[in-house]
């Protein structure tokens, strides 16, 4: 059924399909519903044997199976927030003691047990880590961060060397009183490495001691973990093997955020353990995490042919859509599925908030070009505090926009679906995000691609460790002060890119007086490359 259809029906037949593909669960207070994608309630009969491969994998998955094929490794973000279903005692008594443990450290914080040297309490928290280890804080940060509640979080999350300059100077005033913390599974990866050395040195240059306030979330017996454990870090959190950077935040990565800025971690890891008991009912009718992927799987004819566009209706949400970027398009972008076909999957994720897009790309949505479907976030409770002045309600106007839009889109032939809150606190975040990490893990099986690798960012990490690497040799090379050309030198390196060597002494000649590169640059072949 073309969704043009769905906008001309009459009143009657309208609201049959609504409440048909309607989901709703009130221990949650949450809808969620699909009546605007391209699904039919035939389609629950129609995908049935696909869904029931898909809900008997998620099982074998929670039950302890090597879910990650291509590094050997268990999947166990699940396990997380009900230490229970853990396949093992070991594991749940692991995370049961990891989150008691965060518990007591974030209160000994907040109350000023735990101070700095001088008897002071802490005031700032300087986070660092990438990918899924900084976007989880963030999102918790912005979730719920009270202004007079909780210590302020700062990210370095990127290895831009101004980014890098700004962000430790901004914390400069209250450096005595700022905890460090650093994230990295292998204590090897790159970008968290050199902002944690550039943070220490930071810390040593401005007097400070760095061990005495550094906190490192690594899994255990990695080099992060033996350097914490050997210069007596104020703590270390673990991170599990078992656990993806996409899917870590109800674990230490959102925990600790959370318990340092006041936030209710109980209550977030309730929310999301609630939505995975919901997700394992083995109905595609009574399964939310079900009936979203099975809209995202129509709209995209099970290619990824739409963008999916995350539209949240508050402002504590609008960072939600970064984070979604990574746990879709990496779990889903894959080259080729399990059987080493290549199919070239994934699903693109963008957006932003309403109703700021009411007056920015909403625009294309309704007009442009017709390549995506919408999700709607809505959140029914408006904080009291917010009181109609001039007979005019913010929340009512907010609604407004959404329904307004939503209707807008339809009209227009657009695919939407609405996943709405009755109020945004700790238990309904945890719940969003557990219901997309099981839409995700649904839509890979449907798909058959493995969600929980990751082989093309491994090869871009593989591709910048030959760049530093092709960059050492440069200098070695240029050390002896001697004139070459690029194709000199690239002969020298017996390189496979000339042009590599290029961009590398274009950066380093603007960035070192000791190298030129002598000639014109719109004619790069015959510059001549020296080092004084």
């Known amino acids: ?39 039919e309630t035939t389609d629950f009969e129609d995908f049935n044997e696909m869904y029931s491969k898909a809900f008997d994998a998620l099982e074998s998955l929670e039950n302890g199976s090597i879910a990650n094929i291509d590094e050997s490794r268990q999947v166990g973000h699940y396990w997380l927030r009900n230490p229970k279903v853990a396949p093992s005692p070991d594991i749940s008594d692991s995370i049961t003691k990891e989150i008691q443990d965060i518990s007591k450290f974030g209160a000994s914080i907040l109350n000023g047990e735990i101070t ?54 901004s914390i400069l005033p209250n450096l005595d009183s700022t905890l460090f913390v650093v994230v990295s599974k292998s204590g090897g990866t790159p970008e968290p490495l050199i902002g944690m050395e550039q943070a220490m040195k930071f810390v040593r240059d401005n007097n400070q001691n760095w061990s005495s306030r550094a906190i490192a979330i690594t899994s255990k017996g990695s080099k992060l973990d033996v350097l914490a454990d050997n210069e007596n870090w104020l ?93 879709v398009m990496e779990s889903l972008g894959k080259k080729y599925d399990r059987d080493e076909i290549q199919v070239n999957q994934g699903i693109a994720v963008y957006g932003n908030k309403g109703s700021t897009d009411q007056h920015a790309y909403v625009q294309q949505l309704r007009d442009g070009i017709d390549n995506f479907f919408v999700n709607f976030i809505e959140i029914l409770h408006d904080p009291l505090e917010i009181v109609e002045v001039k007979n005019k309600r913010p929340g009512d106007y907010l609604s407004g926009f959404l329904q307004g839009t ?36 649904l839509y890979a099986e449907l798909i058959n691609v493995n969600a929980y690798n990751q082989p093309g960012v491994e090869a871009g990490k593989k591709a910048a460790t030959k760049i530093i690497k092709l960059q050492k040799e440069i200098e070695e090379l240029l050390a002896d002060g001697k004139q070459r050309t690029l194709n000199e030198i690239n002969d020298e390196l017996s390189s496979e890119s000339t042009e590599s060597i290029y961009l590398i002494l274009r950066k380093l000649s603007e960035n070192s007086e000791h190298y030129s590169m002598i000639g014109n640059q719109s004619n790069p072949d015959k510059l001549i490359i020296l080092k004084t």
Not at 25 to 34: E, H, R, Y
Not at 267 to 276: E, H
Not at 292 to 311: E, H, I, P, Q, T
Request: with cysteine; hydrophobic share 40%.
């Open 235 to 327: 703590d270390i959190f673990d991170l599990p093997d078992w656990v993806g950077g996409r899917t870590s935040i109800t674990g230490a990565v959102g925990l600790l955020p959370a318990a340092l800025i006041g936030a209710d971690i109980d209550k977030f890891l309730n929310g999301a353990s609630q939505m995975d008991a919901l997700t394992r009912v083995k109905d595609i009718k009574n399964n939310p995490a079900a009936l979203l992927s099975l809209a995202w799987f129509k709209s995209g004819n099970g290619k990824g042919l739409r963008d999916m566009v995350v539209l949240p209706y508050r402002d504590r949400l609008e960072v939600f859509s970064r984070y979604l970027q990574q746990l």
């Open 1 to 39: 059924m073309a969704i043009t259809d769905i906008f001309q029906m009459n009143n009657k037949d309208k609201w049959r399909r609504y409440c048909d593909l309607l989901y709703s669960n009130d221990s949650l207070g949450f809808w969620l519903d699909i009546s605007r994608m391209d699904v």
């Open 406 to 441: 939503r209707s807008a889109l339809t009209e227009g032939g657009r695919q939407n679906l609405t996943i709405t809150f009755k109020s945004f606190d700790e238990s309904s975040l945890g719940a969003l995000i557990a219901l997309f990490e099981r839409a995700v893990s």
């Open 116 to 169: 700095n040297s001088d008897g002071k309490k802490y005031t700032d928290v300087f986070w660092i880590g990438i990918g899924g280890s900084g976007l989880g804080p963030l999102l918790i940060k912005e979730s719920f961060k009270r202004e007079t509640i909780g210590l302020d979080l700062h990210f370095l999350d990127n290895v831009d060397p101004e980014g890098i300059s700004h962000k430790l100077n």
